[in-house]
């Protein structure tokens, strides 16, 4: 187990339903190589030392907390599904008084190393960021949110694809859904957030501009490969997937 100076926790995101896995069953519970999406998220917040796991759910909510019993985890509910920034929220109470860094992550990307969190969480630490996102850069960047920088290469804001301007979604720089965050100030922001966009959703995303606009820094760091980060949204993603692990 890694240690730090400062305590580092997970927060995994897997509340989503998954309509596009074209089945009733949460998407964070369809099997890959025989084990829940979940599982694979939950293995990277172990290795990586966490203090604390807790993991958002909603879609069946009963089903994942009988499934996961006895494993050490701690489970919040999101009862509405209103947006990611909504669902980051619903943690605020577990981790009251907690000083230290949250490490957020997304219950369907199966792929992802401890060693490129821990670079993640190196760049974080180094940078003195209040947040760090990971990005990845695709020849096609499809329907993702965009990474916006200025001419210094520092992150101001990601844009969700359906609110992004003509020149942004020109962007191939991606935001991944994963972040290194200070406690204190991920808990301020995500309360700020509004839901002012297409989807009428608290979107995570606006953490990023809430740091900027409040003079703090927040910093990027790009993942290598593109197939470490890529979420699980449809059964062709899954195949794909479990190629990679075989």
Known sequence: MVQYVKPLSSLILAAGKGTRMKSDLAKVLHPLCGRPLLDYSIDVARKIGSDKIVVVIGHQAEMIREMYAGRDLIFVEQREQLGTGHAVLQARDVFNGYDGTILILCGDVPLLLPETILALYKRHMHSRSVVTVMTVILDDPAHY??????????VIKIVEMRDATKEEKLVREINTGIYCAD???LFDAVSEISNQNAQREYYLTDIIEIANKKGLKAGSFIATDAHE??????????????????
Do not use: Y
């Not at 949110?145 to 520092?154: L, Q």
């Open 183 to 185: 406690c204190r100030f």
């Open 229 to 246: 980060v890529m979420g699980i949204n449809t059964p062709e993603e899954l195949e794909l997937a479990a190629r990679h692990l075989t």
């Open 145 to 154: 949110g965009r990474v916006v920088k200025d001419s210094n290469g520092e």
